[in-house]
């Protein structure tokens, strides 16, 4: 009895002499590592993501993909616009057509879209069939929206009116009208026939395009601007560099271009004429730097200019450059986590100091308290 009354007593004692601010600073630095090892794990995900990426490949290959959204499905739909929009006068021609339509459409379904207009004949180029929207409906079925030209003919000409005199003896002039519409055509892939089809009939929809405004982020948004004295060298690096990447041969790119996917350069496809604008950031590393430029070029046989942005990772060894990377946005990305995840640790620091100024204002107060009561 004597020893457990002694032991809860020295609990009390050593509960007592604890500070006020005690428990609140222990909670501050337990919130404070939490979060730093929760950001450290972010950063080593962005870091070894790209080594991980063969294998999520291979698991992806065992997910069903909806078939309806390959490039595929889209030809398919494009070829069943041009046969719908595509007619002449005559009940020959209507036949003909809905034979055509019925290697898109059931049976049923291609006679009611074998149009039957006496009167005007339609006709579309698939060049003005431009593909607006695919949205995925599962189960192998896809809405896909096109923008079409089509061009409209009557062969008799405009309605003369009675009695008109003026018009009696004018040759006939065959009446044409050119029109834009939006198109919505479901398709679905059937998996046992290994065929696409346009399941439905297609419905007309619209689409208000406006023109781009300037609200779309840079690439290069949020990195570390540079503007130090390799600007002057790193400019002349690039027009050195999209001289020889226009006009060299893989085997002496190689020596400038470290990135596998860009050493064959534009193989004298076009030919650099100049830069336009040029913008540096920070690396991953000290060594590396990002380029965002304008790059002038020319097509050889006509001298037309065409201005291309490029992005480029440049790494700097044993006193020259060489290209890292060229519109990699994998790197720009992994820059910005790595970069956001040091801001949120530099955070949490920051408010592990203010927990900590904040607990030792409440000892000293405390301090002062005791020493007041003991006077």
């Known amino acids: 009895m004597e020893n457990e009354k002694r032991k809860k007593e020295m609990r009390m004692l050593e509960k007592k002499s604890k500070p006020k601010g005690y428990r609140a600073k222990k909670l501050?630095?337990?919130?404070?590592?939490?979060?730093?090892?929760?950001?450290?794990?972010?950063?080593?995900?962005?870091?070894?993501?790209?080594?991980?990426?063969?294998n999520a490949g291979n698991e992806a290959d065992n997910l069903q993909?909806?078939?309806?959204?390959?490039?595929?499905?889209?030809?398919?739909?494009?070829?069943?616009?041009?046969?719908?929009?595509?007619?002449?006068?005559?009940?020959?021609?209507r036949t003909q057509r809905k034979m055509k339509l019925s290697y898109y459409l059931p049976e049923k379904l291609s006679d009611l879209a074998a149009t039957d207009d006496k009167k005007w004949s339609s006709k579309i180029l698939r060049e003005n069939i431009h593909l607006k929207e695919v949205e995925d409906l599962g189960d192998n079925r896809a809405r896909v929206i096109f923008q079409v030209k089509i061009?409209?003919?009557?062969?008799?000409?405009?309605?003369?009116?009675?009695?008109?005199?003026?018009?009696?003896?004018e040759a006939?002039?065959?009446?044409?009208?050119?029109?834009?519409?939006?198109?919505?055509?479901?398709?679905?892939?059937?998996?046992?026939?290994?065929?696409?089809?346009?399941?439905e009939l297609p419905s007309f929809t619209y689409m208000n395009e406006e023109i781009v405004g300037k609200g779309i982020e840079s690439e290069t948004e949020g990195l570390k601007p540079i503007n130090d004295g390799s600007i002057q060298n790193i400019r002349a690096f690039m027009e050195t560099?999209?001289?020889?990447?226009?006009?060299?041969?893989?085997?002496?790119?190689?020596?400038?271009v470290e990135d596998p996917k860009h050493q064959?350069?534009?193989?004298?496809?076009?030919?650099?004429?100049?830069?336009?604008?040029?913008?540096?950031?920070?690396?991953?590393?000290?060594?590396?730097?990002?380029?965002?430029t304008d790059v002038v070029l020319a097509e050889p046989k006509t001298g037309i200019e065409f201005t291309s942005t490029y992005f480029l990772v440049l790494v700097e060894k044993e006193m020259r450059y060489t290209v890292?990377?060229?519109?990699?946005?994998?790197?720009?990305?992994?820059?910005?986590?790595?970069?956001?995840?040091?801001?949120?640790?530099?955070k949490g620091m920051e408010v592990e100091e203010d927990n900590q100024d904040q607990n030792h204002g409440v000892e000293s107060d405390q301090v002062d308290k005791n020493d007041t009561e003991n006077e």
């Open 28 to 54: 501050g630095a337990f919130t404070f590592w939490m979060l730093f090892l929760f950001m450290l794990f972010i950063v080593f995900v962005n870091v070894f993501s790209t080594s991980g990426s063969s």
């Open 65 to 93: 993909v909806n078939k309806a959204l390959a490039a595929e499905g889209v030809e398919f739909s494009k070829g069943f616009v041009a046969e719908y929009f595509t007619w002449n006068n005559g009940n020959e021609d």
């Open 151 to 169: 061009n409209f003919e009557n062969p008799t000409g405009k309605e003369k009116k009675e009695n008109d005199k003026a018009t009696e003896n």
């Open 172 to 199: 006939v002039v065959p009446e044409k009208i050119e029109t834009v519409k939006y198109i919505s055509v479901p398709i679905l892939y059937d998996v046992e026939g290994s065929r696409f089809a346009v399941y």
């Open 241 to 256: 560099f999209f001289e020889a990447y226009a006009n060299d041969a893989k085997d002496k790119l190689t020596y400038i």
């Open 264 to 292: 064959n350069g534009l193989n004298k496809t076009m030919g650099f004429v100049s830069l336009k604008n040029i913008e540096i950031f920070e690396g991953k590393k000290s060594s590396e730097k990002i380029i965002r």
């Open 324 to 346: 890292l990377f060229i519109n990699n946005k994998q790197y720009i990305d992994e820059l910005k986590d790595k970069k956001k995840a040091e801001a949120e640790i530099e």
